[in-house]
């Protein structure tokens, strides 16, 4: 019997959720549905009627990281002001908030990249999430260009650097969050990113 309609999405975030936690505990090596069932307090038939298999469960944490890490950073830049700059260093630091918060996120984007260097499916899901995060970023950047804040560049070879540095960073502090704060991270990076940017002195 499928679950009741009200019920479905509930229990389905529910089940994503339990995967995130058995990903960072264990790896997707370790994943086995059973262990996602239990984690969750579910039953393998209702898991199995959500997901077919370890791939798509492992899809389904990867949007779900992903589509948390898109509120975070309209959340903080809806808080600040509107400007290029500011809309930048905020999607900085909600990345880096999100690596020391949240570090089983961080882990699930590792243990998917881990996996996609064999599957060419995941390969493809990878590419589309990288170029629709290379536009936002891009479209922040082509703002600040129009409005000479920033110096003439091409906006999407221009997100590709500082996405770039963003994950490099991210994943540090996933993996040793003593090795500085996120105070300390967003000022290095945006500091970064701000020069990578500043126009040219006449």
Not at 55 to 68: K, S
Request: glycine residues 6%; positive net charge.
């Amino acid at each position: 019997m499928s679950p009741k309609r009200g019920v479905a999405p509930l229990r389905r975030a529910a089940i994503v959720r339990a995967t995130i936690r058995c990903l960072a505990r264990d790896g997707y090596s370790e994943l086995t549905m059973k262990k996602v069932a239990r984690e969750a307090k579910v039953s393998q038939g209702i898991l199995h009627y959500y997901f077919a298999d370890k791939r798509a469960i492992l899809v389904a944490a990867l949007e779900t990281v992903a589509a948390d890490l898109d509120r975070r950073v309209a959340a903080a830049q809806s808080r600040g002001p509107k400007d290029p700059r500011a809309r930048l260093l905020a999607l900085v630091e909600a990345c880096f908030r999100l690596a020391i918060e949240e570090r089983a996120f961080w882990l699930v984007f590792v243990e998917f990249w881990g996996e996609m260097m064999h599957d060419r499916r995941l390969r493809e899901i990878n590419a589309a999430l990288y170029d629709r995060t290379r536009r936002l970023i891009g479209a922040v950047v082509a703002q600040g260009v129009r409005a000479g804040i920033f110096r003439r560049t091409e906006a999407l070879p221009a997100a590709a650097v500082i996405l770039g540095l963003v994950d490099g960073v991210s994943l540090q502090l996933t993996f040793d969050p003593t090795a500085f704060s996120v105070p300390e991270a967003t000022r290095f990076c945006g500091d970064a990113v701000m020069r990578y940017l500043a126009r040219e002195a006449p």
